[in-house]
């Protein structure tokens, strides 16, 4: 029995894939390689290909026996996802509609399903509780939240069960120091602070400074990435012992500003990072914090990496190692 990994070979899909390996499971990879890096795959069978792509995903279905997915294949910007709304609407909600008709065609009845904070828009209080309002104020956001409602109706209409974790700002690399975070092109917070630190761009554009937030620049709640890939390991075996769907937000429940990032860097990375005031990112809320709540209660996550120095520290081991990233 094995467990199908989509996006396997991207930042989050990676770190779980090792997550799994780790605990002796038997995984299958699928990447279109689109964003995916070659080198990001450490073990397991690997195929590349879409999940769009019927005849592709029918051999991968049929050649193995999968008891599960974890589906992380998608388009994850939100300023891309505002420019180009039909590009996120096909590979996210189109891609995963193609992955349930063959889950139900095979009929793999479970599925760790990689959401977002994204899926609330701006947020009616802080922390986001799950039973908080979802109004997505960018596409990106939106379909995942339409994949999330398919969910629910295909657990209604097909018995399929899934959990969907909210992620709220995933960072850090593993502890191995094989795998990090690699975005081409990079388009993320805390990897664009690295390569400021590095030498590598000349300053960091803090989009925004007049938020309402204490220092004007927006606030998210950073989390480990191997905290989160620990969480999909529950969910899985939550699903396993035949719980129902849920729903879970992932982030440590503490938020920081923009420039509170760039500042703790300047700490870890003993280097000097020059940023400069840009416009606003379209589709950003001022303020992102997570309450974990229900997943600490109920599948007994605790984060163990929570606190921002030792995720940019981490972030900081990877991209000296690997300062062009990945090779492939
Ligand atoms: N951000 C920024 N400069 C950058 C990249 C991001 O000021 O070069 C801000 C962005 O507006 C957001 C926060 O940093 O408020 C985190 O953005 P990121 O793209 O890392 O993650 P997101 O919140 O979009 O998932």
Redesign the pocket.
């Known amino acids: 029995m094995s467990i199908l990994v989509t996006g396997g070979a991207g930042y989050i899909g990676s770190h779980v894939a090792l997550e799994l390996l780790s605990k002796n499971e038997e995984i299958v990879i699928i990447d279109n390689m689109q964003k995916g890096h070659k080198s990001a795959i450490l073990g397991g069978k690997f195929y590349k290909g879409d999940i769009r792509d019927r005849e592709f995903m029918d051999e991968v279905f049929s050649r193995n026996d999968i008891s599960a997915v974890i589906h992380f294949a998608a388009n994850?910007?939100?300023?891309e996802s505002v420019t180009v709304p039909l590009k996120y609407y096909d590979n996210n909600v189109y891609g995963t509609q193609c992955l349930l008709e063959k889950m139900v065609e095979y009929g793999v009845k479970h599925i760790v399903f990689s959401s977002?904070?994204?899926t609330y828009g701006e947020p009616e209080r802080i922390p986001i509780q799950e039973t908080d309002r979802t109004l997505p104020t960018n596409p990106y956001g939106d379909t995942k939240l339409a994949i999330e409602r398919m969910l629910r109706w295909c657990d209604e209409a097909y018995g399929i069960k899934s959990v969907c974790l909210r992620y709220?700002?995933a960072?850090g690399a593993h502890k191995s120091g094989m795998i990090g975070e690699d975005h081409r092109p990079e388009?993320?917070?805390?990897?664009?602070?690295m390569e400021a630190a590095l030498g590598k761009r000349e300053y960091?554009?803090?989009?925004?400074d007049d938020y309402d937030t204490p220092d004007g620049?927006?606030?998210?709640d950073y989390i480990h990435v191997s905290d989160l890939a620990k969480a999909h390991i529950l969910a899985l075996e939550s699903l396993r012992a035949g719980n129902g769907s849920k729903v879970y937000n992932l982030g440590n429940g503490e938020g920081f500003s923009?420039k509170e990032?760039i500042e703790c860097a300047r700490k870890v990375t003993g280097r000097e990072i020059k940023s400069v005031i840009?416009p606003?990112?379209a589709?950003?809320p001022a303020v992102?914090v997570a309450s974990s709540d229900r997943i600490r209660k109920e599948l007994g996550w605790s984060p163990e990496e929570d606190d921002l120095e030792t995720i940019l520290s981490s972030a900081w081991e990877w991209h000296r190692k690997h300062p062009d990233g990945y090779p492939d």
């Open positions: 994850s910007l939100v300023g977002t904070a994204a709220f700002n960072a388009t993320h917070l805390v990897p664009i602070v960091v554009q803090i989009f925004g620049t927006c606030i998210r923009v990032v840009s606003r990112r589709g950003d992102l």
